[in-house]
C-alpha cells in the first residue's frame, strides 16, 4: 500500500494522512494486480503527474511467478495532498507511446554483445559465453543449479505467464550436457538438457527431484521448446514446424511464495553443465501473449 505522512523537519515528528492509505489493493483480493507499493512521485515538463509503483500479477492463490513489476498511472492533487484514486486499473490511459517487443529472435551469430535484459547467477557471464560466427559458445562449469558456485546459466525473466522459448543447439559442434532451465532459486528448477544422444529432464523441488529420459532422433541441430501458460511449463522439441511437446510441470512448483526463493520473479534461458562441457547454440526466440484484463470495477 501507498500512505504518506507530513513533517516540517527531516527529522520529523510525522503526522500521517487521515485518508491513509492513498492507494491500496487490500480489500481487492480478485484484483489482477496485487502487492502494490514503493511509491515515487514524477512530474512531467508539461506539468502533468505521474505515480509509479511496483507490484505483482498473481495468478491463482495470489502465486506469482512474474516478480515485481513497475506499474504506473497518472494522478492529480487534492488540495494540499495526492489523489491517486481507488486502484491501478488494467488499462490506464498514458499519454505517452508505450512499446513493447513481443517477439524477440535472437540469431546469436549474428550479435557482437549479449543484450542487457539477459543476465547470469554468481557470476558475470562474460567468463563463460563467447559470441562467434557459429553461434553463442557456454563454456560450462562443474556445478549444477542448487550446487553452489559458478554455473553456466544465460538466463532472461518471465515477462508473462502465457509465452515461448526455443533454443536451437548446434549438437554436430557441441560436447557435453547442454540446453534450456526455467528457474527460481537453487531449489526449484527444472532443465531439460541434450547429452550422450539422450534428451534428459530433470525437475526439483526443495529436496523431491524427478529425472525423465527421452529418445534423442537429431544428430546435427535440435531447437528445444519451453512454453508456459497460468497453470504449467510444458517441454519439447521441434520437428518441423510442430512442436512435440515431451514433458511439464506447475507454474506454482516455481512461485515465489513456494519457492521462497531471493530471486524477483521465474528466469529461464540457456544452461550447460559439467567440466569440459562446451554448448554453442545458434539462436534464441521469445515470443509473449499480451494478457487480455477486463476492466476490474471495484465499487
Known sequence: ???????????????????????????????????IGHADFVRTDSGEWHVFLLGVRPRSLLRHNLGREV?????????????????????EPMPAKQIRRNCRNY???KLKTIPPEWCSVRIDYSDFTELTPGGLVLKAFAADIGEGGATSLLLHRQEEYRFSFTATLDLAVSSGANGIAVLNGGTHHATM?????KILIKKQCYDIVQRETHA???????????????????FGIKEGNKTKIISRMRTEILATEVSSS????????????????????VDSLILLEEPNYE????D
Open 216 to 234: 534423442l532422433e537429431q544428430t546435427e541441430r535440435i531447437s528445444l521448446v519451453l512454453r508456459g501458460d497460468e497453470d504449467h511449463y510444458y
Open 71 to 91: 506499474f504506473a498511472k497518472q494522478f492529480s492533487w487534492d488540495g494540499f495532498w495526492p489523489d491517486l484514486g481507488r486502484e491501478i486499473r488494467p488499462h
Open 295 to 298: 476492466e476490474h470495477g471495484n
Open 1 to 35: 500500500m501507498v500512505t504518506i505522512f507530513v513533517s516540517d523537519s527531516v527529522w520529523g515528528p510525522f503526522a500521517p494522512y487521515e485518508k491513509n492509505p492513498l492507494l491500496s489493493h487490500r480489500d481487492y483480493a480478485n484484483h489482477p494486480f496485487q502487492n
Open 107 to 109: 540469431e546469436w551469430r
Open 262 to 281: 531471493p530471486f524477483t520473479g521465474t528466469l529461464f534461458g540457456l544452461f550447460s553443465k559439467g567440466r569440459g562441457t562446451k554448448g554453442i547454440f
Open 193 to 197: 538438457l541434450i547429452e550422450n544422444g
